[in-house]
């Protein structure tokens, strides 16, 4: 069983719309959450971070945690074409770290 | 500028040739890591470090050795490398492990062994 598990999409939505996308992880232990952007043939970047119950916004971002269902969101306000990229959710056990298969996600202009 | 950099950038060889990717970073980070990435598989963890001469392994360490004598760099040893290695790899390196601390990555090694 994947730890931490993600719609592989892809995933469409219109230029300024809200994109929504998911991830569920199996570890109750699990203690912070990430949400990274990759580009093609880029490194991956952080764009959000988020360790309690709750909405966290940042710009146009808003992570949402709920650890009672293991389950974590990325909201996308006002999507942008250069939002086009694969998101990775990631949570950290300890000292380690562990990634979805990540989310294709498109704007469409 | 604070960065981590990887080399080399790409690399094919051939089976059983001993390889080494190194991994530097200029922001005194105490936490390093190596992935892997696959398609359909995400990124997965080789090895981590949490400071000078603490190593230990990720979810895939089969097949790879890391060291990491000094604190900027850490190095990823494939001693006999094999075809199922072929992959983008990562490293990466945070102040520490932590709840609040952001992991940078490197641009990236895309190996191929034939």
């Known amino acids: 069983q994947k730890e931490v598990e993600q719609n592989s999409g892809p995933l469409s939505v219109p230029e300024g719309a809200i994109a929504s996308l998911n991830c569920t992880y199996s570890?109750?232990?699990?203690?912070?959450f990430f949400w990274y952007r990759q580009y093609s043939g880029k490194s991956p970047e952080l764009i959000m971070s988020?360790?309690?119950?709750g909405d966290k916004e940042d710009g146009r971002f808003t992570a949402q945690l709920n650890k009672a269902s293991q389950y974590v969101s990325l909201l996308i306000r006002d999507s942008q074409p250069s939002d086009s990229a694969t998101y990775l959710c990631a949570a950290s056990l300890d000292e380690k770290l562990t990634f979805g298969t990540g989310t294709r996600l498109t704007i469409i202009p | 500028e604070a960065q981590v950099t990887q080399n080399p950038r790409y690399l094919i060889t051939v089976t059983g040739k001993k390889l080494t990717v190194t991994c530097s970073q200029n922001?005194?980070?105490?936490?390093m890591s190596w992935y892997r990435q696959d398609p359909g598989l995400g990124l997965r963890q080789i090895y981590y470090s949490m400071n000078v001469e603490v190593t230990d392994k990720g979810d895939v360490p089969e097949g790879y050795k890391v060291s990491r004598k000094e604190k900027r760099n850490f190095p990823l040893i494939l001693e006999s490398p094999s075809p199922n290695q072929t992959s983008l790899y990562f490293c990466?390196?945070?102040?520490?492990?932590?709840?609040?601390?952001?992991?940078?990555f490197g641009p990236g090694t895309r190996l191929t062994v034939l």
């Open positions: 922001m005194n980070h105490e936490y």
């Open positions: 570890d109750r232990g699990s203690q912070s």
């Open positions: 988020i360790y309690s119950n």
């Open positions: 990466a390196s945070s102040s520490r492990f932590g709840w609040t601390d952001t992991q940078y």
